[in-house]
């Protein structure tokens, strides 16, 4: 995929980059690989080779307990069941996790039906941290199923987006982490402008991205009456739409 325009606003597909069955929505790049699904088996693609490898499939058990398993790339590799310990919280993930900070990939997860957390995995010490998120406004006690949350990197640093509430009444909240070891937190309240509320009144949209200089890219998730995305500097709070 290469850009076509110096702000990188446009971009031509390369057509040997077709992968038949591909699925669009769980979908994360890591050191050049990206990860993505393809009907019900997971896969690794490298856009400089061409190079695909289908990871070995494993099976569901809705009445298993918890279980987290890793795939390393080496050679004869497989499946690793990872061993957890007496501090760790049985959850279930709710967004694709992140590697934001090298070996350490990050995601959101529900503890319950109103508590989530973000929760961080050592790839190399294959250990769990579980860190819950604030509650600031007793609106914010969102069940599961209802919330629209992503997890980001905001000023250099973890950030929840939940924008549950974006297509109601233009509100979104920023949960900056500001530090993991003490738990800190900081919150932003952003509130779009009344002039912008119809680019979002009434319509679904999910967290596609974000850009080099910060901004969230969101997307309508019906796209019958035409694809477009949305721009939202969250330095300025402004939203933007491009066709």
């Known amino acids: 995929m290469s850009s076509t325009s110096p702000d990188n606003t446009c971009f031509v597909v390369d057509?040997?980059?077709?992968?038949q069955?591909?699925?669009?929505?769980?979908?994360?790049?890591?050191?050049?690989?990206?990860?993505?699904?393809?009907?019900?088996?997971?896969?690794?693609?490298?856009?400089?080779?061409?190079?695909?490898?289908?990871?070995?499939?494993?099976?569901?058990?809705?009445?298993?307990?918890?279980?987290?398993?890793?795939?390393?790339?080496?050679?004869?590799?497989?499946?690793?069941?990872?061993?957890?310990?007496?501090?760790?919280?049985?959850?279930?993930?709710?967004?694709?996790?992140?590697?934001?900070?090298?070996?350490?990939?990050?995601?959101?997860?529900?503890?319950?039906m109103h508590t989530h957390a973000i929760v961080s995995f050592d790839v190399r010490s294959e250990?769990?941290?579980?860190?819950?998120?604030?509650?600031?406004?007793?609106?914010?006690?969102?069940?599961?199923?209802?919330?629209?949350?992503?997890?980001?990197?905001?000023?250099?640093?973890?950030?929840?987006f939940e924008y549950s509430y974006l297509k109601t009444d233009g509100t979104t909240v920023l949960w900056v982490l500001e530090d993991a070891e003490k738990k800190e937190w900081s919150t932003r309240n952003l509130v779009l402008q009344p002039c912008q509320m119809h680019l979002v009144q009434d319509i679904d949209l999910i967290v596609k991205g974000t850009t080099k200089d910060g901004k969230v890219i969101l997307a309508p998730m019906d796209v019958h009456s035409g694809f477009y995305i949305l721009r939202y500097d969250l330095q300025s709070n402004d939203l933007t739409q491009e066709c």
Not at 15 to 19: A, C, E, K, N, Y
Request: proline share 8%; aromatic share 12%; with cysteine.
């Open 21 to 112: 069955g591909m699925g669009g929505y769980f979908l994360n790049g890591l050191h050049g690989l990206m990860c993505f699904s393809m009907r019900k088996r997971a896969c690794l693609y490298n856009p400089t080779t061409g190079q695909r490898l289908t990871l070995p499939k494993i099976m569901p058990d809705i009445i298993a307990e918890p279980e987290h398993w890793v795939f390393v790339l080496e050679p004869g590799a497989s499946w690793k069941k990872v061993v957890t310990h007496e501090n760790y919280r049985p959850h279930a993930p709710f967004v694709p996790g992140q590697s934001i900070s090298g070996s350490v990939v990050y995601y959101l997860a529900w503890l319950d």
């Open 15 to 19: 057509q040997g980059l077709s992968i």
């Open 127 to 160: 250990e769990f941290t579980t860190i819950i998120a604030p509650l600031v406004d007793v609106r914010y006690l969102i069940p599961a199923f209802e919330m629209r949350a992503e997890l980001k990197e905001y000023s250099r640093k973890i950030t929840i």
